[in-house]
Every structure is written in C-alpha cells, then in structure tokens.
C-alpha cells in the first residue's frame, strides 16, 4: 500500500540554526500539506499546494518559514532561523481530489 | 476562518462500551467531515468520513453523523476494545478546497 514518506524522522538543532523537512506523497496526488502538530493539540495547516502552486499559506511563519514543491511531486519545508517554539511535530499528507488525506509518519523538531 | 471544537477532550470507557465524541464547526460551507485516529508516536490514520449530503455512514464498529443545521458532527464507536486507545481527532473542509481544519483531539482510553 502506497505511503505518505518523510524524512528525517527526527531533528534536533539549536536555536537559529536552519532546518529543512522533505516530504513524498502518494503517487498521483496533487494536493500536498504541511501541518505543525504542537502536543495536545490538532494538526494546523502551514501551506497547501495543489500541484507546484500554493493555495493556502495563510498561517506560514513567512519570515522564517519556506515551502516548496518545484515539480509538483515530492516537497520541501525549511526553517530559517529556528526558534525554541519551532519544536513540534512537522506532519506531511496528501489527498486525493475528494479530500481523503493521508498522512506521512511526520518529523519531531527539537530545538535546544 | 472555520472552527473547530471537539468534545470531550479525554473520555474512559470500559471494555464492551460505547464511546461517543462530538464536534461543532463554524463554516457552513464546510462539506467534508473525515475523522482521524492518532496512536502515540505514530501517523494520523483516516478512520471514516462524512460528506453533507449523508446524515450517518457506517464501517463495523465505527459510525459517523451529522447534522448541517446545528453544524455538529459526531463519531460512534460501539463494542469497545483496548486497541481502540488513541486520540481522536475530527476535521472540518469545504470540498475541493482541500484545507481542512482540526479539533483539538480527545484522548480515548478503553479499560479491559
């Protein structure tokens, strides 16, 4: 069965340091997410791509937070400079066009 | 934005059990209500789902409903086992738009 990857699984870096996440949706999906999932809490969308272009990155950190997904397939989340509020679980998922979303095993950020 | 709350956040139920937990949203153009299982330590996994134009879906043990009038949907889970420990979160998105937003989870213990 086709999965959602991510990696690394684990980040431990220090505050100001940059951090960079990869994520490999499903095959064929075209939509692709970047949630941050702080303990206790839901995941929050950070950006939303359909295909190569952003359609919702209202809640991104711009200032430190980049996304990308040059070729509308695999995607990458940078942080630049991290911050000791940055840690968190860093959650990838895909969807189908009905909005079935599937997720990646996800990335725990540490920042000491 | 759309809101999301869910109740209750921690729920204990004995083996054999009935489990019910609720969510409200605020958006009425939200039009696609899936509902996650998070085990510790590992991915958000898609359990069932709901679209508005369905008061109730079934699968085995697991049923969902909603009501578009008073904007609440809920998950039933009957015949409880211990592997149904987990935290459960419930989403909110309108169709093709993709963004779903979450609840904040709830905590299901199921005593042997």
């Known amino acids: 069965e086709a999965e959602v990857a991510q990696s690394p699984r684990y980040k431990i870096t220090e505050k100001s340091q940059a951090v960079a996440f990869w994520c490999d949706p499903i095959?064929?999906?075209?939509?692709l997410y970047w949630y941050r999932q702080i303990l206790g809490q839901g995941p929050e969308l950070l950006v939303q791509?359909?295909?190569?272009?952003?359609?919702?990155d209202s809640q991104l950190p711009k200032d430190r937070f980049s996304a990308e997904r040059l070729k509308g397939v695999d995607s990458t989340l940078k942080i630049q400079p991290a911050e000791l509020g940055d840690s968190a679980m860093y959650l990838c998922?895909?969807?189908?066009?009905?909005?079935?979303?599937?997720f990646g095993p996800g990335t725990r950020l540490t920042v000491l | 934005g759309e809101n999301v709350e869910q109740h209750p956040s921690t729920l204990s139920v004995q083996e054999g059990d009935s489990a019910v937990i609720k969510c409200t949203y605020s958006d009425s153009a939200s039009n696609y209500f899936p509902w996650y299982k998070q085990e510790l330590g590992k991915r958000p996994q898609l359990i069932i789902d709901i679209r508005s134009n369905v008061g109730e879906k079934k699968d085995q043990r697991i049923a969902v409903t909603l009501n578009k009038t008073a904007k609440h949907f809920s998950l039933h889970i009957t015949e409880t086992q211990p592997e149904d420990s987990a935290v459960y979160f419930c989403?909110?998105?309108?169709?093709?738009?993709?963004?779903?937003?979450f609840g904040d989870g709830t905590t299901l213990t199921v005593k042997p």
């Open positions: 791509f359909q295909d190569e272009s952003v359609v919702d």
């Open positions: 989403a909110a998105s309108a169709a093709n738009a993709g963004k779903s937003t």
């Open positions: 095959s064929g999906h075209a939509t």
């Open positions: 998922a895909s969807s189908t066009q009905y909005n079935e979303q599937f």
